[in-house]
């Protein structure tokens, strides 16, 4: 993927987008980079149940992705089970790999990472699952889930194009539910960056859930946990209902 190629196509995608999410584009952060992943190689930081999963319905979907956390043992087991297209590396060599990266680690390793992961990180589509839980992450997780998740994500890591993805259901249901037949199970977004969306759209679309827009990462916040849509397997539909959104 070309990160600066942002073509016609792409740009109308964008607008289509926040559109149909009813985002006021003045809340659109307008950077440089490319809304199309196509084929894009992704790096997954946190290769646990909601990594390894995302990872492996990604690299159905064509892409290449690198899976990371602290055992690189398993997750070279991982690479060599799932076959043509995976590999794995250090956290740092999966985030500099990736032309989109996954982060789904437990929320009180993200200060770390956003030191540790700076320079890889910044300037990149970055899609974070992860949620502030205060049982395992301690003080830190009262303070994210405070100002909300998706604005703490965002202070957590600096640079980053940053989506709220893929954290408002269980991993077993990303295993059973990925391209069912009929209405699929929708996963709400969020993120301030309009291309970075137009990405995160595309890449729920390809591990088989339907995209729904919420807004700016203020918003966020209406899918984080503990909000009545989090942990639901809720149709597009419903789940805009739920948020109030425009159909
Ligand atoms: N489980 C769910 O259904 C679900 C649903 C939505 C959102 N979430 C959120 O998504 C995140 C991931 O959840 P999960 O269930 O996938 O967790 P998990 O199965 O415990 O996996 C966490 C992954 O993060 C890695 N990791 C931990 N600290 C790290 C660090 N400092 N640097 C790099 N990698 C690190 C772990 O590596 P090691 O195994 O080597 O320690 C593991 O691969 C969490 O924030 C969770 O709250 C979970």
Redesign the pocket.
């Known amino acids: 993927m070309n990160k600066h190629a942002f073509t016609n196509i792409n740009r109308r995608r964008f607008l289509v987008v926040a559109g149909v999410a009813g985002l006021g584009l003045g809340l659109m952060t307008r950077s440089a980079g490319a809304a199309d992943v196509s084929g894009a190689k992704i790096g997954i ?8 999963t995302l990872g492996e319905l990604w690299l159905k979907a064509g892409h290449e992705v690198m899976f ?4 690189l043992a ?1 997750d070279q087991s991982l690479a060599a089970r799932l076959g043509a297209g995976a590999h794995a590396g250090t ?1 740092k060599q999966a985030a500099a790999y990736g032309e989109v990266l996954l982060i ?4 009180a ?1 993200l200060p ?2 956003g030191r540790d992961l700076a320079d890889e990180i910044r300037g990149k589509v970055v899609l974070d ?3 502030p ?1 205060p049982q ?1 992450d301690g003080d830190m997780a009262n303070e994210a889930k405070a100002a909300g998740a998706g604005i703490s994500s965002a202070r957590l890591l600096p640079g980053a194009r940053l989506v709220r993805a ?7 249901m ?1 295993q059973s539910e990925a391209h069912r037949a009929g209405e699929r199970v929708a996963i709400p977004l969020a993120s301030d960056d309009g291309e970075a969306l137009a990405s995160a759209v595309k890449l729920v679309q390809e591990a088989g859930f339907e995209p729904v827009v919420v807004g700016p990462l203020a918003r966020a916040r209406e899918f984080d946990p503990g909000m009545p849509v989090f942990g639901k397997a809720l149709t597009a539909a419903q789940l805009r209902d739920a948020l109030s959104l425009k159909p």
Do not use: E, K, W
Request: proline share 6%; with cysteine.
């Open positions: 930081i946190g290769s646990g149940h909601i990594g390894g990371s956390s602290l055992d398993y956290p789904s680690v437990p929320y390793a770390q990472l699952t992860c949620n839980i395992r893929f954290n408002s259901v269980g991993y077993r990303l």
